[in-house]
């Protein structure tokens, strides 16, 4: 028996005006998920524990088994990992976006106008974040680039009572609320207004703006945390995994895990990813004797960040016909039984353009059990009608795994 589990980010949603009140998965067209909804089992699941903030590190931990009231230590930790940077038990990291900040003289003043610089490209990043360090770098204070707008700061004997959030919660936004408060705040701000004047006339920057491209004006550190504490996959479930996504914090939760995590030329997290890559390194792990595969798709989240309802719905629509449709033919043209766990991390409302924890709609389909199921197409009401409701999210892989 093979597991393969579909984590559509942020796919699910509130009623859209654009779509006349309905929501993104009424409205995409998603034949093969339908399908497998209605011969599946469908249920509602809380990913998100009372008291956390709905990230998708918490949610994902989650979906996969893991308890995050005992073993989360915050989200930049596991995307250190996924970088291999080394961690003390006093270092203290911070998720460090590259944003684009209105052009308002004091700093305090501007305006979140994109909290990923224009979905810039890695090789433009990493050269920024490379003219940040130079500058900013100290003794205890060590910066490190990641993935296109995604990076790492590291802040030896630095302290996790901060109060910091996400660039992407404030999309057009003053950002004078959400400055840094607690522990250090004065030199994270510091840090903050110095990058700006480090950027403002990098030759990636003048090059984006010549062609039109939101240029990225300022860093912006938050999920702040500590050295991660997550268990072996396989010992845990006696299944040897793999996971396949294009974003750091997937990466780095696979790597803490003991998980096998594949790099995919030309995925990146949006819309105009590597679909067809993904969904082949996804059968060729499975042949290649993974009992267990983690697809992670980013576009959906991202696309309810930026307030995209027609690609966020593409999106949804590109997961079934690329992904899902290709493995279930894939396997089924073999003979290899599988189940498939199909669903979200949480909810990215269109409306909200962040993410919230209401619980979201699960799909188990299982190859060998095609008779019955819940005869329903796969949304949000429809989950909830069944009554099935999965409290403790992080219990919802023991009954995927039928542990």
Same mark, same amino acid.
């Given at each position: 028996?093979?597991?393969?589990?579909?984590?559509?980010? #942020?796919?699910?949603?509130?009623?859209?005006?654009?779509?006349?009140?309905?929501?993104?998965?009424?409205?995409?067209?998603?034949?093969?998920?339908?399908?497998?909804?209605?011969?599946?089992?469908?249920?509602?699941?809380?990913?998100?524990?009372?008291?956390?903030?709905?990230?998708?590190?918490?949610?994902?931990?989650?979906?996969? %088994?893991?308890?995050?009231?005992?073993?989360?230590?915050?989200?930049?930790?596991?995307?250190?990992?996924?970088?291999?940077?080394?961690?003390?038990?006093?270092?203290?990291?911070?998720?460090?976006?590259?944003?684009?900040?209105?052009?308002?003289?004091?700093?305090?003043?501007?305006?979140?106008?994109?909290?990923?610089?224009?979905?810039?490209?890695?090789?433009?990043?990493?050269?920024?974040?490379?003219?940040?360090?130079?500058?900013?770098?100290?003794?205890?204070?060590?910066?490190? &680039?990641?993935?296109?707008?995604?990076?790492?700061?590291?802040?030896?004997?630095? /302290?996790?009572?901060?109060?910091?959030? &996400?660039?992407?919660?404030? /999309?057009?936004?003053?950002?004078?609320?959400?400055?840094?408060?607690?522990?250090?705040?004065?030199?994270?701000?510091?840090?903050?207004?110095? /990058?700006?004047?480090?950027?403002?006339?990098? &030759?990636?920057?003048?090059?984006?703006?010549?062609?039109?491209?939101?240029?990225?004006?300022?860093?912006?550190?938050?999920?702040?945390?500590?050295?991660?504490?997550? $268990?072996?996959?396989?010992? =845990?479930?006696?299944?040897?995994?793999?996971?396949?996504?294009?974003?750091?914090?997937?990466? %780095?939760?696979?790597?803490?895990? #003991?998980?096998?995590?594949?790099?995919?030329? %030309?995925?990146?997290?949006?819309?105009?990813?590597?679909?067809?890559?993904?969904?082949?390194?996804? !059968?060729?792990?499975?042949?290649?004797?993974?009992?267990?595969?983690?697809?992670?798709?980013?576009?959906?989240?991202?696309?309810?960040?930026?307030?995209? &309802?027609?690609?966020?719905?593409?999106?949804?629509?590109?997961?079934? =016909?690329?992904?899902?449709?290709?493995?279930?033919?894939?396997?089924?043209?073999? #003979?290899?039984?599988?189940?498939?766990?199909?669903?979200?991390?949480?909810?990215?409302?269109?409306?909200?353009?962040?993410?919230?924890?209401?619980?979201?709609?699960?799909?188990?389909?299982?190859?060998?059990?095609?008779?019955?199921?819940?005869?329903?197409?796969?949304?949000?009401?429809? %989950? =909830?009608?069944? #009554?099935?409701?999965?409290?403790? $999210?992080?219990? !919802?892989?023991?009954?995927?795994?039928?542990?």
């Amino acid at each position: 028996m093979k597991y393969i589990v579909i984590l559509g980010d #942020g796919m699910a949603d509130y009623p859209v005006d654009y779509f006349d009140g309905k929501t993104i998965l009424e409205v995409a067209d998603k034949p093969v998920i339908d399908y497998m909804c209605a011969h599946g089992e469908l249920g509602m699941c809380k990913t998100v524990q009372d008291g956390m903030k709905p990230g998708s590190d918490v949610a994902n931990l989650s979906v996969m %088994g893991y308890d995050t009231k005992k073993c989360y230590t915050g989200r930049s930790p596991l995307e250190a990992a996924s970088i291999g940077i080394p961690l003390k038990d006093d270092d203290v990291t911070f998720r460090t976006n590259l944003v684009t900040l209105s052009d308002e003289e004091n700093y305090e003043d501007k305006t979140m106008l994109d909290y990923s610089a224009g979905e810039i490209t890695t090789a433009e990043s990493t050269e920024l974040m490379k003219a940040i360090a130079a500058e900013l770098d100290t003794d205890v204070i060590k910066f490190y &680039p990641g993935i296109s707008y995604r990076h790492i700061c590291v802040w030896s004997g630095g /302290s996790t009572n901060v109060d910091l959030t &996400p660039a992407h919660a404030i /999309s057009d936004k003053k950002i004078a609320a959400y400055l840094p408060k607690g522990d250090g705040a004065d030199k994270l701000l510091e840090m903050m207004k110095a /990058s700006e004047k480090i950027l403002k006339d990098h &030759p990636v920057n003048k090059s984006r703006i010549e062609r039109g491209l939101n240029p990225a004006t300022s860093i912006w550190p938050w999920g702040e945390g500590t050295r991660p504490t997550v $268990g072996s996959f396989y010992e =845990k479930y006696g299944l040897k995994g793999t996971m396949i996504s294009a974003v750091d914090l997937l990466k %780095g939760i696979a790597k803490c895990a #003991g998980m096998e995590s594949i790099d995919v030329p %030309g995925a990146t997290g949006n819309c105009e990813t590597n679909w067809d890559g993904k969904a082949q390194a996804a !059968l060729d792990a499975i042949l290649g004797g993974s009992d267990f595969v983690y697809i992670h798709m980013e576009a959906p989240d991202e696309m309810g960040h930026q307030g995209k &309802p027609d690609k966020k719905k593409l999106a949804v629509e590109t997961i079934d =016909k690329k992904v899902v449709k290709f493995l279930k033919d894939e396997l089924e043209a073999r #003979g290899i039984e599988y189940r498939m766990l199909i669903m979200p991390d949480h909810p990215t409302p269109i409306r909200l353009k962040d993410h919230v924890s209401d619980p979201v709609p699960y799909v188990i389909y299982d190859s060998r059990k095609t008779d019955g199921g819940s005869g329903l197409t796969y949304t949000e009401e429809n %989950g =909830k009608k069944t #009554g099935i409701y999965i409290e403790k $999210g992080y219990t !919802l892989m023991d009954k995927f795994l039928e542990k």
